[in-house]
């Protein structure tokens, strides 16, 4: 038998706005679910809501500033606001911030609904902010105390692994992160299971360092040792790399990884910058040289692949010239796609501390520049498959035409029924078509 509160609290809604990386976003479908399962309704963030929770990203000062005008925004349509993820996390729990109800740390995301009850029940007592941060740092084992069974699209992430041990000198991540943590595969695979069982046919493999999966578990596990038991799900169409730490890509694993038939020749490579000296002071353990390397030796393997990357432009000391370096590689490489970021100094970190901090506008210019010749590498990327006959996913359907992506990342539409949707469909691409393609499919 119910109470009157239960029967109140099953009519809450509840509403989420996800900032950052594929990472926060599953954690984002976590917490959705554990609302549904304790009878909360979710709703969209521009819908009147009792609980708004801002599930914040911390890696750039916009990110921050993003998640504060969430907040402000979520507080004036009234009800309970949450701030969680990494920006709580480097709040901790002896910051003021306006516009907070509740602030709850990453590893404290797990319990969410408990301390929503937790803080109207405080808040009967006149209690202000509840604060849920625990000291990431000390956190030694992945800990998720359930898994998504229900994919939400056709295209689902799945997180491997958590934490991250690079200590870039430019990155606030391991103290909002803290260290790896990799997850037990048979959790991952049990998950995959009950995602392709709902409908889900392509897995990303997502983490803050998957390429570090592994090196806090004593049995020799790797992470494409995960790749290669997750392929083997019954099935499972496809699978998708999230961001991938350079070193990891050596000779022999690109050769392992060319016979998963199921994995997408796309990769999304943590550049940072192709100039060594910035490298250096970025604390990052290659060189350009080696990404050139690394380029070469999937091109070497895989079919036609497609090259991501992220970008930090105007970091601390770069000169033109050091800029210019990157530029090159850029050009070299030939991203299909490029993420370009302006340095943000953020606390704790060595980069904040460096001499030659570069001015604002000059990153600036640099950034519109890089954004530039990125969109021109897209393009003539998109240009050259014209002709080639590929696949898609089919993900969406809309006025007539469905769309999907290929196996490297480019987005295709073509005339079809909504039928369609969760197939996989051979297509002829025939030109392009803004940041997308068009095509026929192949009957």
């Not at 998957?210 to 049995?219: F, M, P, T, V, W």
């Amino acid at each position: 038998m119910t109470t009157d509160r239960e029967n109140n609290k099953r009519k809450m809604l509840v509403s989420f706005r996800t900032l950052g990386c594929k990472v926060n976003q599953y954690e984002t479908d976590l917490m959705m679910k554990s609302f549904i399962d304790y009878g909360y309704e979710i709703v969209d963030f521009k819908d009147k809501a009792q609980i708004y929770v801002i599930n914040s990203c911390s890696v750039t000062n916009l990110s921050t500033r993003k998640t504060r005008q969430y907040l402000s925004r979520a507080k004036k349509m009234g009800g309970i606001v949450v701030l969680a993820g990494c920006y709580a996390q480097e709040l901790g729990s002896d910051k003021e911030i306006e516009n907070v109800d509740i602030i709850i740390g990453n590893q404290e995301k797990n319990n969410i609904v408990q301390t929503i009850e937790e803080y109207i029940k405080l808040k009967e007592e006149n209690k202000k902010i509840l604060y849920k941060v625990s000291e990431i740092g000390t956190q030694k084992k992945y800990i998720q105390p359930e898994n998504l069974v229900k994919g939400r699209e056709i295209r689902e992430s799945i997180k491997i692994e958590d934490g991250c041990n690079n200590f870039c000198s430019y990155c606030i991540i391991p103290y909002v992160r803290g260290r790896v943590r990799s997850r037990n595969l048979d959790e991952i695979i049990k998950e995959v299971k009950m995602l392709v069982k709902s409908g889900v046919g392509e897995v990303v493999l997502v983490g803050i360092e998957i390429a570090s999966y592994g090196k806090d578990l004593q049995n020799g596990i790797t992470m494409i040792d995960v790749i290669e038991s997750v392929s083997k799900v019954d099935g499972l169409k496809r699978i998708r790399l999230g961001s991938i730490e350079p070193r990891v890509l050596t000779l022999d694993n690109i050769k392992r990884m060319a016979k998963i038939e199921k994995l997408c020749p796309h990769f999304h490579i943590s550049v940072q910058s192709l100039d060594n000296n910035v490298l250096k002071r970025m604390n990052r353990k290659y060189t350009r040289e080696d990404i050139f390397e690394i380029v070469e030796n999937i091109r070497n393997n895989f079919v036609n692949p497609a090259f991501t990357c992220d970008i930090i432009v105007g970091f601390p000391g770069e000169t033109d010239e050091e800029y210019e370096n990157t530029i090159d590689g850029v050009k070299k490489v030939g991203f299909y796609e490029v993420h370009a970021f302006k340095y943000s100094k953020r606390k704790w970190t060595v980069a904040a501390k460096m001499e030659n901090q570069v001015d604002g506008n000059i990153a600036q210019k640099r950034s519109e520049k890089l954004i530039g010749l990125a969109q021109e590498l897209k393009l003539k990327y998109m240009q050259n498959m014209i002709g080639q006959v590929s696949s898609i996913l089919v993900e969406s359907q809309k006025e007539g035409y469905v769309q999907g992506y290929t196996p490297n990342y480019v987005m295709v539409k073509c005339i079809g029924d909504k039928e369609l949707i969760g197939k996989e469909l051979k297509v002829t691409i025939d030109r392009t078509d803004g940041q997308l393609m068009s095509g026929n499919i192949v009957y």
